[in-house]
């Protein structure tokens, strides 16, 4: 008996001395959360993969890793390129997987809420929190909050999809109108360039998130707002109903001749083209079209960007995310936390890439090789005054059910009154589920 | 275990792991509420989910839009495929060539045919709007009220060959002797197709029409690649509907009781229309 005793003694004295030493080593971790001066290890090691999408952002980002080596020469990021429609299957695939097949993710903003709510996601509050000179508040605002679920942060802003008005400025200047400050000048605008050659403006009807997305914006302008004070969604609402009516206006008097099932695609090739003279667009197109070699040949250099009458627009992002079953979270924090720093955030733009952070918009190095500084002020107020299309669980589903209402309206199907009403009781009853 | 049991069991193997298995799987799912993304809540709520699609008006929509689909693709196959496989029968001089140039659509893969015929329609970049629009046509292919016939001429091009190969083995697996002896008599070629050649023919006309149908059932890919279910839901078919509540929307438990009803509703057909012809060749 005595004999037994002293061996459970031993045993637990063992087992004592165990869990002291694991603590003593996760405190010397280099990631553990501490007042938010802790150096992540340049010794950091492992082998991080991640799906992302075929997209020039994601070129960049792959041109960037010789330089995230020379601070972290251990750590292996593998890159998948991959189409869009096949991200989301393969990662929540891996997501469910003992072994995953993917140790980091890029997450689009509707599927955040789903991801985070279902456990997928590894919350990175002590992680932002102890990262050294990481400034997590210096990503814009709208931006943050796409990647905060319940409280928690989920996600880290990678690059923005915040829209905005772009138009050819010889073509304004020649009809003699300036930039449109309310949704009616926008119309009016519209009308006004719209000729036998060229539409006043190419829009984005396509059934489903296109047309929500583009539609949000003159919601906005309109005055209205997607979610009421009590947190349900409201379309309903005399703003929605003036939003739609102009949107439908505008595409039968103003848009090019059968762009009903037209997407972002279709609108660049028709603006790039001189079909068009204005779109809605995502801010990042600027640079582009304005690019003496790009797709809008010898238009290059006449386009601007401007913010949505009204000064808010619909936004979009991918965020950076660790998978929960990742097995290499340290590693995968590390690439993120140096990507997503001042540092990695002002190579990447100056490389070509989206903006997330505020104080990027503003670094002379940056603004001296992308758009230019009067670009990147734009961008600045857009990243300051947006809203994505639908926060919470369910978005995917939510944002196909009221784009297609709202498509069935521009087509004719339904009249504005009967679409936004079953579009406002079916997205409360999916976000409801 | 006899020997023919035993030279059965491997089949059988076959067809309980990729078949059963798949079925059962599903059935089961169809009971319950799971999504992939609340695994933690599913829980077991026998046919509710039946109970939720049935009454669905999304789903009776999505119905009505692949009936449609399918009667006018099938109802156009067969004709231009019966009018081809005719022309073919009586072809003296290159035979092969024609056949299988004419065969060529169905071996391309049905989302390939959709990017295709997406870049062919489309306003800005496609062929066939720039031909119309020079003899002053212009005609929205994705337009509402269009959309759905639009893809119908598109399933046409890809599958009436597939309709010519069997009716062509049909036409010239049938018996000369009646058309010598409608010849003899003096009957027109009209009154020897419809009186001789029609009637000798109905039983491949009937399963040629019942395996077209079921493909046509199928319709995704075109849809998927060119109009996303749009405009509205005018061309949201029974396919996307389920692939998007299921996939898209995670709901595994409502997709599954979706293809279950659907599967019943197939299969009742079948056993209808086999049971009509049975009841025919008996009467004959």
Avoid at chain 1, 4 to 23: N, Q, W, Y
Avoid at chain 1, 209 to 238: C, H, M, Q, R
Avoid at chain 1, 347 to 370: C, F, K, Q, W, Y
Avoid at chain 2, 208 to 219: F, G, P
């Amino acid at each position: 008996m005595r004999t037994m005793k002293a061996r459970k003694s031993v045993m637990a004295l063992i087992a004592v001395a165990g869990l002291v030493l694991i603590s003593a080593c996760s405190s010397s971790s280099p990631n553990a959360s501490t007042a938010g001066n802790t150096k992540i290890s340049a010794d950091t090691a492992g082998t991080v993969r991640v799906l992302m999408e075929g997209v020039p952002d994601t070129d960049i980002v792959k041109g960037l890793l010789a330089k995230f080596n020379e601070k972290y020469p251990k750590i292996d990021v593998k890159i998948e390129p991959i189409a869009y429609d096949q991200i989301r299957d393969k990662i929540v695939a891996s997501f469910q997987a003992t072994d995953p097949t993917y140790d980091m993710a890029i997450i689009d903003n509707p599927w955040m809420g789903d991801f985070a709510k279902a456990g997928f996601l590894k919350p990175l509050d002590d992680l932002i929190a102890g990262t050294a000179d990481y400034d997590y508040n210096d990503f814009s605002a709208p931006l943050r909050a796409i990647g905060e679920v319940d409280g928690k942060k989920y996600g880290v802003p990678f690059y923005n999809y915040g829209l905005g008005l772009i138009y050819r400025t010889d073509l304004l200047a020649s009809a003699g109108i300036t930039e449109p400050k309310t949704l009616d000048e926008l119309a009016a605008a519209a009308k006004k360039l719209n000729t036998a050659a060229r539409a006043g403006i190419a829009m984005q009807p396509q059934r489903g998130y296109k047309a929500f997305e583009e539609w949000g914006n003159y919601l906005f302008a309109a005055g209205g707002s997607i979610y009421g004070t009590d947190g349900l969604v409201k379309l309903n609402t005399p703003e929605a109903k003036k939003a739609l009516n102009t949107y439908i206006a505008m595409y039968k008097s103003s848009a090019p001749k059968n762009s009903l099932n037209w997407a972002f695609d279709e609108a660049l090739r028709s603006v790039s083209s001189d079909k068009s003279a204005m779109m809605v667009s995502y801010n990042w197109m600027l640079p582009t079209l304005n690019k003496k070699d790009g797709p809008a040949g010898a238009l290059a250099g006449k386009f601007k960007l401007a913010t949505m009458p009204g000064g808010k627009q619909v936004l979009g992002s991918w965020d950076w995310a660790i998978p929960a079953n990742s097995k290499v979270s340290d590693a995968a924090w590390a690439f993120i936390s140096w990507i997503t720093s001042k540092e990695g955030e002002a190579a990447r733009v100056s490389a070509g890439g989206a903006p997330a952070r505020i104080s990027v918009l503003t670094d002379p190095a940056v603004s001296n090789t992308g758009g230019g500084a009067e670009y990147y002020a734009t961008v600045g107020k857009i990243l300051g005054n947006a809203e994505p299309l639908c926060k919470g669980a369910n978005c995917d589903e939510m944002i196909n059910a009221v784009g297609t209402e709202l498509n069935a309206a521009i087509a004719g199907l339904k009249s504005v009154d009967s679409a936004l009403a079953a579009a406002e009781e079916q997205a409360n009853k999916i976000q409801s589920k | 275990m006899s020997f023919r049991a035993r030279m059965m069991t491997p089949l059988l193997v076959v067809f309980v792991a990729a078949i059963g298995y798949p079925l059962i799987s599903s059935f089961v799912l169809s009971l319950t509420n799971y999504r992939i993304t609340r695994r933690d809540e599913t829980k077991f709520v026998a046919f509710a989910q039946y109970k939720d699609v049935l009454q669905d008006h999304a789903y009776w929509s999505a119905l009505a839009v692949t009936g449609t689909f399918i009667v006018f693709a099938v109802a156009l196959e067969l004709s231009i495929g019966l009018m081809i496989a005719l022309a073919l029968q009586n072809q003296r001089r290159f035979r092969d060539f024609s056949r299988s140039f004419l065969l060529s659509p169905m071996f391309v893969t049905p989302i390939a045919v959709g990017l295709m015929f997406r870049f062919l329609l489309n306003q800005q970049l496609g062929a066939i709007p720039a031909i119309l629009e020079k003899v002053g046509i212009t005609y929205d292919f994705f337009g509402p009220g269009r959309a759905i016939y639009s893809m119908v001429i598109i399933d046409v091009w890809q599958w009436t060959p597939f309709m010519v190969l069997l009716l062509l083995a049909g036409l010239e697996s049938l018996s000369k002797q009646p058309f010598e002896a409608a010849k003899v008599d003096g009957a027109s070629p009209f009154y020897t197709f419809r009186r001789v050649t029609v009637p000798m023919l109905a039983p491949i006309l009937t399963v040629a029409v019942l395996i077209r149908s079921l493909d046509a059932s199928k319709v995704f890919e075109y849809v998927y690649a060119i109009t996303r279910g749009g405009p509205g839901t005018e061309t949201q078919t029974i396919q996307y509907f389920t692939y998007q509540t299921g996939i898209q929307f995670f709901r595994l438990g409502k997709a599954s009781a979706m293809s279950y009803l659907l599967l019943i509703m197939v299969i009742s057909l079948v056993i209808l229309l086999f049971k009509r012809i049975e009841k025919a060749r008996l009467a004959s």
